[in-house]
């Protein structure tokens, strides 16, 4: 009997031995498997999409990337006849009101970033004599005020015009303009000042040049400048930026040398303002075409011409190297001007009647600026009966009816505005529609899609 115990007590043993190692192998197993499990898992990517707190999902968002827009609007030439002056005077006061030229297009002057207009006469002063119109223009300093108040705040002064009163009025006007706290290019009152600009807008830099012809005669003196077939002094020979066509390639030289200092300056936009062209005509001529092809080659953005009195067409021009487009106006017309149809005999059209608001827009995004937006907007000029002789108001017409429903000119007015409306689009319309399939901005005529 305690011999069966023994073994039975022996056995007991041997199983709670192996009981336990089994135990301790199961375990050892357990947990080789879990920490293998545990391995698997720390070396997968971590999902963090739902993660609000992770520092991944915030520097993995791209950054916004911001747009900034300027817009630039442009009239034509703004001239002062003898009899603008004389409906301008108020008797009594000896003062010159000009007060109605602007004030239908003043809304848009004002609600564009920059508004542009080219100066076609010279504040000239009493020193100067009388206060006249064509050929020589002497208009009184109220002009600036109101053109100031209009919204106006760019103007172009280098045109045939510039030293109609010579060189003391060529200097006053540039005073008068800084008196005004107007800007403008194209005339400097001393050497020192830039002979252009770089405008910035918004944060875009915009390089702006204005240049006039030359008139050239055959007996011309070398190293002088004519401005109407007359000379005019060396003093004022650098004040007045000008270019020559019989030394057209010294313009080119300048104008290479002159878009590569604006670049330097920031310029991220180049717009050349043009005063060429042959008076009363409505089409380039070739000298106006071969100058705006060099000026896209050389890297010109939008060229705007002016001195015709007529609106010439908009055309897209292609450099030579395929680097760049241009879109060039040829000529923007008047802004306002007696040059009545009843009175031109060299252009009984009525042309000379008709202007525009040409306005483009600039898109900056991050370091790349684009072209937007081009629009354009016809003017006519109304003249009646007012003051102490004739007024004159520019009317902006976004319909050809608008002179009747928007102004409620009467009959003869309304009817002269209407076909005012439909020359400007006949002359412009197939040029815009040009840009609009090349370029891929938005184009408009008075609002209106000109492709329809």
């Known amino acids: 009997m305690a011999k069966q115990r023994t073994r039975r007590q022996k056995a007991i043993i041997r199983r709670r031995i192996f009981l336990s190692c089994c135990c301790v192998l199961l375990a050892g197993i357990i947990a080789l498997f879990s920490f293998v499990i545990s391995s698997i898992v720390k070396n997968e990517p ?40 004389d409906g301008a005077y108020v008797k009594g006061t000896g003062d010159y009101d000009f007060s109605a ?28 004599g009388k206060f006249s119109g064509y050929p020589a223009f002497n208009t009184p300093d109220s002009l600036a005020d109101v053109i100031k108040d209009s919204g106006l705040n760019f103007l172009l002064t280098a045109n045939n015009h510039s030293y109609d009163t010579g060189l003391f009025g060529l200097k006053r006007t540039a005073q008068v303009l800084k008196q005004k706290g107007i800007e403008f290019i194209g005339t400097r009152e001393a050497e020192t000042d830039p002979i252009y600009t770089v405008k910035e807008i918004n944060g875009i830099k915009i390089g702006m ?16 400048k004519y401005l109407n077939g007359s000379i005019i002094s060396s003093e004022a020979n650098n004040l007045i930026s000008s270019f020559s066509y019989k030394r057209i ?33 409505l089409q380039a001529n070739t000298w106006q075409k071969s100058i705006a092809q060099k000026l896209s080659n050389l890297g010109v953005d939008i060229i705007i011409g002016s001195h015709p009195h007529v609106i010439e067409p908009v055309e897209l021009i292609h450099s030579e190297d395929g680097q760049n487009t241009t879109v060039c106006l040829y000529s923007t017309g008047n802004a306002v001007s007696n040059q009545r149809q009843e009175l031109m005999d060299s252009c009984p059209s009525g042309h000379t009647e008709d202007g525009m608001l040409f306005t483009y827009t ?80 938005e184009i408009t005529f008075s609002q209106a899609d000109t492709t329809q």
Not at 55 to 60: K, L, Q, V, W
Not at 267 to 274: H, N, P
């Open 46 to 85: 971590k999902d963090t999409s739902s993660d609000k707190n992770s520092s991944f999902t915030e520097e993995s968002k791209a950054p916004e990337i911001k747009e900034s827009f300027a817009t630039v609007l442009s009239t034509g030439d703004i001239m002062v006849h003898s009899t603008q002056l």
């Open 101 to 128: 030229f602007f004030k239908e297009c003043s809304p848009y002057f004002k609600s564009a970033d920059l508004a542009v207009a080219n100066l076609e006469v010279t504040f000239g002063g009493t020193e100067s």
């Open 209 to 224: 040049a204005n240049y006039t012809y030359e008139s050239d005669p055959e007996n011309a003196q070398a190293g002088r």
């Open 249 to 281: 390639n010294e313009f080119y030289s300048d104008t290479e040398n002159t878009i590569k200092s604006m670049k330097e300056n920031g310029a991220e936009f180049i717009v050349f303002y043009m005063h060429w062209g042959n008076e009363y005509k």
């Open 362 to 441: 600039l898109c900056k995004k991050g370091d790349e600026v684009t072209l937007q937006k081009i629009n354009i907007i016809p003017t006519w000029v109304n003249k009646y009966r007012g003051g102490s002789g004739y007024q004159y108001t520019i009317y902006p017409l976004e319909s050809a009816e608008w002179g009747n429903t928007k102004y409620g000119l009467d009959t003869t007015a309304a009817n002269k505005a209407a076909k005012s409306f439909e020359r400007t689009k006949a002359i412009v319309a197939e040029g815009l529609t040009a840009c609009q399939q090349n370029i891929g901005c």
